[in-house]
Nanobody, 124 residues
Framework: LQLVESGGGLVQPGGSLTLACAASGLSLDYYALGWFRQAPGKDDEGVACISNPTGSTDVADSVKGRFVISFDLAKDTLYLQMNSLEPEDTALYFC??????????????????WGRGTQVTVSS
């Protein structure tokens, strides 16, 4: 399974971006799918997770109300809609897949697969 993120870029504070994560090699239908981010000098942070079998989602308090995680079954693609972006959201964003479909994994290293990341920079 290979995961490839896209959609990152430079955006002004208050702006929006949508990240995408495309999979190849295996269907993501029965995985938990997560978004993580890592800012320079900081540990990686779990941003959001979606359990594909149930559709339930979990979003970190730091982005709740601003970020939305979703999955397009037809495209086998994971998305992260990011609104009202703040400079503190600047980080390298990774998507990850876990065969345990309940979003129980807390750390990126606990996931089975992850991509190389896409950079999001929020700056004026």
């Amino acid at each position: 399974l290979q995961l490839v993120e896209s959609g990152g870029g430079l955006v002004q504070p208050g702006g929006s971006l949508t990240l995408a994560c495309a999979a190849s090699g295996l269907s993501l239908d029965y995985y938990a799918l997560g978004w993580f981010r890592q800012a320079p000098g900081k540990d990686d942070e779990g941003v959001a997770c979606i359990s594909n079998p149930t559709g339930s989602t979990d979003v970190a308090d730091s982005v709740k109300g601003r970020f939305v995680i979703s999955f397009d079954l037809a495209k086998d693609t994971l998305y992260l809609q990011m609104n009202s972006l703040e400079p503190e959201d600047t980080a390298l964003y990774f998507c990850a897949a876990d065969a345990r479909p309940d979003c129980s994994a807390d750390e990126l290293d606990d996931y089975d697969y992850w991509g190389r990341g896409t950079q999001v920079t929020v700056s004026s």
